[in-house]
């Protein structure tokens, strides 16, 4: 379908596509059996510029927005969803700079991101505070010029591989959720390690591990947006990348319907293709009728978002939560459409449904979401009735 | 360094090629053009000379007014500037577009003139050695590799099997083979300014023409396969077909 993408769009998405069909399909199996971290492309695709497509063009970037970000994201997921996380997630890292940081801090991290010279990651997660953020353990403390941090962040992308970190913590736990604040954390400040690297059922490629503190120093000068914003950041990158998750589940979808329809114009039983059993065309329209509204939800929610709408925790959760949703349903029948063969390593198809599993997951679960989305329409309901 | 690439931008081999009404050319607007395969090796050679020893890269077509996007992608990938010869009657004769390179490149001084080996669109793979001949610089065909010293390169050849090495005083013409090199992709960032970016146009010096494309044709349908499956008696199967339909023996 014709999104009326501009030149400068289709041109990214096409390069994005090449770049995933030439380098990044043929060597996704074996990223995903070794569970390495694909730096060889990684950098290829900074020094095709997409690694800064939504970083204004100030700090080097391309000055493109969200729309570009899900562009590039859903291409690469096409190949290997585990592989285009490395750029999703980096972006999870940037957001919070670009949105929240001072002019000095966006000119010392932004420029090198978006050359793809170094990679950001987002830590929040702890291993008992997941969906529920204010059970955070992880505090700073501020003495002299820096704040000391400490605590252990879980399962954070891309640990270990990238450069900067912006972790939240607690600064003062006397005011809950309003007592967390956010830093800028450097691979190199005394005190920050990484735990082992995660043994994941999909986006192995993708490096996931802790992050742990131990005194760590931090400049005062690396708070991002004043003690105790820490909580409104997290919520604000969320509510700016979960399309990005909605793209990265609709690539991993697309990729799994086009090997499906391939296959079952090529798999022969009872003397024909089993591609010309209405059982097999019925579920491969559905597939496809389901990828095209997620599609077509995404864009406009990424559209909305740079277009400055205020205001779109919801659109946003809605995004993510359709998105991931068929992508499962799409990747689990195209396991069902390659039959036994879906089922073997073998076949690109079982990692697909792997990978797709986790876009229901992260960056909240889909229950938050529907969380976010029921409560939002309760919050409008009555603001309605005040007037 | 001055590092001259001449490209061609040919019909992408995945689109559908349609011949005109007169059976002289193919119809335009179905196709997408985009750079020659081989001649994107020979760019990323320029490119890799310049970014390792410094200099300049110049990109050199000739055709169309509409060739000069070919001229655009390679600023994409790094290329410093380019220059269109506007051929408004360009006719794919090898001879013309080699005369027309020559005469404009007489006058301008170079180290090193790149090629692809030839254009998979007709695959002549004439008009480097013939641009070269006419300026009457050393060319060699086909390099696999090119390595630069004071005065002259060193480059290699592939030989049915054997690498033959030449050396080759500058000014010099190279033809490049696949596997010269791995071709970047092209930089977003430089596709945007690439747009801007001024072209300079020079009209193309006629030459008569010495071949007369008669007529072009699609090739002949190829019979549809025969598949012998795989049992006891596939052997024998196979063996009467070869005797008797396909009359091989």
């Known amino acids: 379908m014709d999104y009326f993408l501009t030149d400068e769009q289709k041109e990214i998405r096409n390069l994005a596509r090449q770049i995933a069909d030439e380098k990044i399909a043929p060597v996704a199996i074996e ?167 995660e043994n994941k059922m999909g986006i192995r490629s993708s490096a996931t591990r802790e992050v742990i503190f131990d005194d760590c120093k931090v400049p005062k000068e690396n708070l991002l947006g004043g003690e105790g914003k820490g909580f409104i950041i997290a919520i604000k990158n969320f509510d700016h990348s979960r399309p990005g998750v909605g793209a990265q589940a609709i690539g991993i979808a697309q990729g799994a319907l086009e090997k499906a329809v391939q296959y079952a114009k090529e798999r022969e039983q009872f003397g024909s293709p089993i591609s010309s059993f209405q059982g097999i065309q019925f579920m491969l329209a559905d597939m496809a009728t389901q990828i095209e509204a997620a599609r077509a939800l995404v864009y406009s929610v990424a559209k909305a978002i740079d277009s400055g709408q205020k205001g779109f925790a919801k659109e946003s959760a809605m995004a993510k939560l359709f998105a991931s949703d068929v992508a499962m349903k799409v990747t689990t029948d195209a396991v069902q459409i390659f039959g036994g063969y879906g089922y073997m390593k073998e076949y690109p198809i079982e990692k697909m449904m792997r990978d797709a599993k986790i876009t229901q997951i992260y960056e909240g679960t889909n229950q938050i979401q529907r969380n976010i989305i029921a409560q939002a329409l309760i919050k409008e309901a009555a603001s309605k009735k005040k007037k | 360094m001055k590092i001259i690439v001449c490209v061609k931008d040919v019909p992408d081999t995945e689109s559908n090629i349609r011949i005109t009404h007169d059976g002289k050319g193919i119809e335009q607007e179905s196709v997408t053009f985009i750079l020659n395969p081989y001649d994107e090796f020979a760019v990323e050679e320029a490119l890799r000379i310049k970014e390792s020893i410094g200099g300049e890269v110049m990109a050199l077509t000739l055709g169309l007014q509409s060739a000069e996007r070919v001229l655009r992608a390679c600023f994409g990938l790094g290329v410093d500037n380019g220059i269109l010869i506007r051929d408004d ?147 024998s199967k196979l063996v009467d077909f070869l005797h008797n339909e396909a009359k091989v023996f």
């Not at chain 1, 995903?32 to 492309?41: H, L, M, P, R, T």
């Not at chain 1, 291409?75 to 285009?84: H, K, Q, T, V």
């Not at chain 1, 291993?127 to 400490?150: C, H, K, L, P, W």
């Not at chain 2, 090898?94 to 254009?119: C, M, V």
Request: with cysteine; glycine share 10%; net charge negative.
């Open chain 2, 89 to 235: 009657n360009f006719t794919n004769d090898p001879f013309l577009t080699a005369s027309a390179i020559a005469s404009y490149l007489k006058n301008i001084s170079f180290d090193i003139l790149l090629f692809g080996k030839k254009g998979v669109d007709l695959n002549y793979g004439q008009v480097g050695v013939m641009t070269a001949e006419i300026l009457g610089i050393p060319s060699v065909s086909a390099i696999t590799k090119l390595e630069i010293g004071k005065s002259k390169v060193l480059c290699h050849r592939e030989a049915e099997g054997n690498v033959e090495k030449l050396e080759v005083p500058l000014p010099a013409a190279f033809t490049a083979e696949k596997g010269l090199n791995e071709p970047r992709y092209p930089s977003l960032k430089l596709k945007m300014q690439a747009k801007k970016k001024e072209i300079q146009v020079v009209e193309a010096q006629k030459t008569d023409s010495r071949i007369n494309l008669v007529k072009m044709e699609y090739p002949p349908k190829r019979p549809e396969g025969k598949i012998i499956e795989d049992n006891p008696e596939a052997a």
């Open chain 1, 31 to 197: 990223y995903d059996e070794k569970g390495e971290f694909a730096w060889e492309i990684v950098e290829i695709l900074a020094k095709s510029d997409l690694c800064g497509l939504y970083i204004d063009e100030k700090y080097g970037g391309l000055g493109g927005g969200v729309f570009e970000l899900c562009l590039v994201t859903e291409e690469l997921s096409r190949a290997c969803g585990g592989i285009a996380l490395s750029i999703a997630a980096t972006a999870l890292g940037a957001f919070p700079i670009i949105l929240s940081g001072s002019e000095d801090q966006k000119e010392r991290y932004l420029p090198d991101i978006a050359k793809g010279k170094k990679l950001a990651a987002f830590a929040i997660t702890e291993a008992d505070a997941g969906s529920d953020i204010g059970a955070m353990q992880t505090t700073a403390r501020r003495e002299g010029d820096f704040y000391i941090v400490n605590g252990t962040k879980q399962w954070i992308t891309n640990a270990g591989e990238a450069e900067i970190y912006v972790v939240i913590a607690v600064t003062d736990k006397s005011k809950g959720p309003r007592g967390a604040s956010a830093f800028i954390v450097e691979k190199g400040f005394p005190g920050i390690s990484f735990g082992k690297k």
